[in-house]
């Protein structure tokens, strides 16, 4: 969705949105963060994206005849981006994806029968015939939606976790937290902000601009020789207060997988808090990994966060056989059990890369089987062109071609 006010606390309406959510857990909202953020405004994103459990979406460049004159490319976030934290400190946006510009069917009541230029482009900012080229993130959130909306479909048609169609691995119901835990754990840095009057301006990981990244589900979902990422997912885990969940995950490159990155995400929906809350987060679970010793913890923090319910840990350079212990802590609960997605990526005995499709080219990206369980301290083992169809006569299909301008990796 993206309608909205530049409201940067938390109001009635966001608390409507994440009662609603906890609520409903396969529905998950996608909210354009807002477009006022050029000058490097900070606290910028408005309600409702400055709920908990929605996905707020900022913009970054579009690439190819979409991108903006003099565009330094699709790593650099938009000037009129809207920026966090919100009032209360939580970071948004969540992600980035391409608003800037992106082209679409441009209605013309008055007009029976418009249709594609028959000549000729559509410049960015133009219109032409039944095309239209706009910018802003409510282009931005629609891409975030059609994201989701293949992760849903991967889930459904069996393609966890071999990364190939199976009607044996369904997973029918999916929950919100999973779909938005596979897009934030598989995206990716920007390089910095392409101001308007500015110039370029830099950003940071987990910053006021991009938070987690711009998507990218070339390195979110496995395609079984197309993609070098793949998963174990733990979905609608349980937790009890001041409890702890395990999970022993290691990396398997034997069948050829060369990713250098061990990813895990930590996602949980909760109710809504009360309007103009300062310290919003209610229950308040812990994500560390731990390897030979030594502690990561998330967002890019030296310790836990204790003010966020989304949270990613990145390590990178592992090698074959290293075994990670996935810690998940109930600090804090408002009430005696918490249900949460975890998502891991790595290489985990998937298949090598056949065919790697060019970046430039490609939206798709991770899987291999994951365990799940409950309770306690437990421990398991485990250019204009969008090809957007959704019927899927093949996950490879769509990470060869699933063109510039849905979402540019």
Same mark, same amino acid.
């Given at each position: 969705?993206?309608?909205?006010?530049?409201?940067?606390?938390?109001?009635?309406?966001?608390?409507?949105?994440?009662?609603?959510?906890?609520?409903?857990?396969?529905?998950?909202?996608?909210?354009?963060?807002?477009?006022?953020?050029?000058?490097?405004?900070?606290?910028?994103?408005?309600?409702?994206?400055?709920?908990?459990?929605?996905?707020?979406?900022?913009?970054?460049?579009?690439?190819?005849?979409?991108?903006?004159?003099?565009?330094?490319?699709?790593?650099?976030?938009?000037?009129?981006?809207?920026?966090?934290?919100?009032?209360?400190?939580?970071?948004?946006?969540?992600?980035?994806?391409?608003?800037?510009?992106?082209?679409?069917?441009?209605?013309?009541?008055?007009?029976?029968?418009?249709?594609?230029?028959?000549?000729?482009?559509?410049?960015?900012?133009?219109?032409?015939?039944?095309?239209?080229?706009?910018?802003?993130?409510?282009?931005?959130?629609?891409?975030?939606?059609?994201?989701?909306?293949?992760?849903?479909?991967?889930?459904?048609?069996?393609?966890?976790?071999?990364?190939?169609?199976?009607?044996?691995?369904?997973?029918?119901?999916?929950?919100?937290?999973?779909?938005?835990?596979?897009?934030?754990?598989?995206?990716?840095?920007?390089?910095?902000?392409?101001?308007?009057?500015?110039?370029?301006?830099?950003?940071?990981?987990?910053?006021?601009?991009?938070?987690?990244?711009?998507?990218?589900?070339?390195?979110?979902?496995?395609?079984?020789?197309?993609?070098?990422?793949?998963?174990?997912?733990?979905?609608?885990?349980?937790?009890?207060?001041?409890?702890?969940?395990?999970?022993?995950?290691?990396?398997?490159?034997?069948?050829?997988?060369?990713?250098?990155?061990?990813?895990?995400?930590?996602?949980?929906?909760?109710?809504?808090?009360?309007?103009?809350?300062?310290?919003?987060?209610?229950?308040?679970?812990?994500?560390?990994?731990?390897?030979?010793?030594?502690?990561?913890?998330?967002?890019?923090?030296?310790?836990?966060?204790?003010?966020?319910?989304?949270?990613?840990?990145?390590?990178?350079?592992?090698?074959?056989?290293?075994?990670?212990? @996935?810690?998940?802590?109930?600090? #804090?609960?408002?009430? %005696? =059990?918490?249900?949460? $997605?975890?998502? *891991? !990526? +790595?290489?985990? &005995?998937?298949?090598? @890369?056949?065919?790697?499709?060019? #970046?430039?080219?490609? %939206? =798709?990206?991770?899987? $291999?089987?994951? *365990? !799940? +369980?409950?309770? &306690?301290?437990?421990?398991?083992?485990?250019?204009?062109?969008?090809?957007?169809?959704?019927?899927?006569?093949?996950?490879?299909?769509?990470?060869?071609?699933?063109?510039?301008?849905?979402?540019?990796?």
């Amino acid at each position: 969705m993206s309608w909205g006010v530049d409201i940067n606390s938390y109001t009635v309406e966001t608390k409507i949105f994440d009662d609603f959510m906890f609520s409903n857990d396969e529905f998950l909202i996608v909210v354009a963060a807002g477009n006022i953020g050029e000058g490097n405004a900070y606290n910028t994103v408005g309600e409702p994206a400055t709920g908990k459990n929605i996905i707020a979406v900022g913009s970054h460049h579009n690439g190819g005849s979409s991108a903006p004159v003099d565009s330094k490319g699709t790593e650099y976030a938009s000037g009129f981006s809207s920026r966090g934290p919100t009032r209360d400190g939580r970071q948004k946006p969540d992600v980035l994806a391409p608003g800037h510009y992106i082209l679409s069917a441009g209605a013309k009541p008055q007009v029976v029968g418009e249709c594609d230029p028959m000549v000729g482009t559509v410049e960015p900012g133009g219109s032409e015939d039944g095309l239209l080229s706009m910018e802003g993130t409510s282009m931005a959130a629609p891409a975030v939606a059609g994201a989701a909306a293949i992760v849903r479909q991967y889930f459904n048609q069996g393609y966890y976790p071999s990364g190939k169609r199976n009607s044996d691995n369904i997973i029918k119901n999916p929950s919100s937290t999973l779909i938005k835990g596979i897009i934030m754990n598989g995206a990716q840095y920007v390089k910095g902000v392409q101001n308007e009057f500015l110039g370029l301006t830099p950003v940071s990981p987990y910053d006021e601009t991009q938070n987690f990244g711009r998507v990218s589900l070339k390195d979110s979902l496995y395609i079984a020789g197309k993609t070098d990422v793949q998963l174990k997912i733990f979905d609608r885990e349980i937790v009890g207060d001041s409890e702890s969940n395990v999970y022993n995950i290691v990396i398997d490159k034997s069948q050829g997988c060369t990713n250098s990155k061990f990813s895990v995400t930590l996602l949980w929906n909760e109710p809504g808090s009360i309007p103009g809350c300062m310290n919003c987060l209610l229950n308040n679970l812990d994500l560390t990994v731990i390897y030979d010793g030594k502690f990561y913890y998330p967002n890019g923090l030296e310790g836990p966060d204790t003010v966020n319910n989304n949270e990613r840990v990145i390590v990178n350079d592992v090698n074959d056989k290293e075994e990670f212990a @996935v810690v998940v802590n109930a600090t #804090s609960l408002s009430g %005696v =059990s918490q249900s949460y $997605s975890l998502i *891991a !990526s +790595g290489c985990f &005995g998937g298949e090598s @890369v056949s065919n790697t499709p060019k #970046s430039s080219d490609v %939206v =798709s990206g991770g899987g $291999s089987n994951g *365990a !799940s +369980g409950n309770g &306690g301290l437990t421990t398991k083992s485990s250019g204009h062109h969008i090809n957007f169809s959704l019927a899927f006569g093949g996950m490879a299909a769509i990470a060869s071609n699933f063109i510039v301008g849905l979402l540019q990796i």
